[in-house]
């Protein structure tokens, strides 16, 4: 693998990038979230969750959204909370913001495997939007029955109020509409994850602007994507970059960015803040 060398060279090589590509189709991972603030440990999780901690013992909201609570009322005491606060909350540190500046005027798409709707808080357009893995935003049937989703943010606002000794009321615990089983988060850990009419859209989209810009010149810009999913963005990336010529593949990822050695040529690495290299590129 051919890992990240003289970063403020590889940063203008991707400012010209930018500037001069057909298209430009972003992939973005965690690590996106993570540099516009999105953390789920320290002081974050301190200052959200310590009484869940306290009571719990989980250090990091991730742990919490695998603790076996007792009761759906304690579960979505949790949940409701955790998605308020890394969905519905304005979190964002400009990253997205600057991000979108530099892409509002360029014919971009972007695929995303993270589900915090970041991208659309910050002005980008949904229609160029696929985000794969689901969205804290919505519910589905945890069955499911069917193959649709639903906003929450109403209910989690109801949780939110009306919580009471880390509990929700009873009432308030999601119903699916149509087979009356408990409703879930629409995020991908299973084969139970609902790709409903948007997703598929979406999906539909994507394939679409990679088959209309095929052979032009395509940067595909890759932010903090790390190895837990690779099949989703990187490894496509890769192939889709040595397959065309006129394709230039950029990973900026803090401690991971890497690419093979027969893409090198092909390639800007950034091993950096992903926060700072956009602002430089601004």
Request: proline fraction near 4%; charged fraction near 25%.
């Amino acid at each position: 693998m051919n890992t990240a060398n003289n970063t403020t060279t590889q940063t203008e090589r991707l400012k010209k990038e930018i500037q001069t590509a057909d298209a430009i189709v972003i992939g973005a991972g965690a690590g996106l979230s993570t540099a516009a603030g999105f953390t789920y440990s320290g002081e974050r999780f301190e200052q959200f969750f310590s009484d869940f901690e306290k009571k719990y013992g989980f250090h990091d909201m991730y742990s919490g959204g695998f603790f076996p609570f007792e009761s759906p009322e304690e579960m979505w005491a949790y949940w409701s909370r955790f998605i308020w606060c890394n969905r519905y909350m304005d979190i964002d540190n400009g990253t997205y913001k600057t991000l979108f500046e530099l892409m509002k005027d360029k014919n971009y798409f972007v695929i995303t495997t993270n589900v915090d709707h970041q991208f659309q808080k910050a002005g980008f357009d949904k229609q160029r939007l696929f985000y794969t893995q689901g969205d804290y935003g919505l519910f589905q049937c945890s069955e499911p029955c069917h193959d649709a989703t639903y906003d929450n943010e109403e209910i989690v606002k109801d949780m939110l109020e009306f919580r009471q000794d880390m509990k929700i009321p009873a009432e308030l615990i999601p119903k699916c509409p149509k087979c009356g089983k408990p409703m879930t988060m629409n995020l991908r850990s299973d084969d139970k994850f609902v790709e409903d009419e948007g997703w598929h859209a979406a999906a539909e989209r994507y394939n679409d602007f990679l088959q209309t810009h095929r052979g032009k010149h395509i940067l595909f810009l890759e932010l903090g994507v790390g190895y837990n999913t690779p099949v989703i963005i990187k490894y496509p990336f890769w192939e889709m970059t040595a397959d065309n010529p006129k394709a230039v593949y950029a990973c900026l990822n803090f401690g991971e960015a890497a690419v093979p050695d027969g893409l090198a040529q092909q390639s800007i690495i950034i091993n950096g803040d992903i926060r700072q290299v956009l602002s430089e590129i601004k």
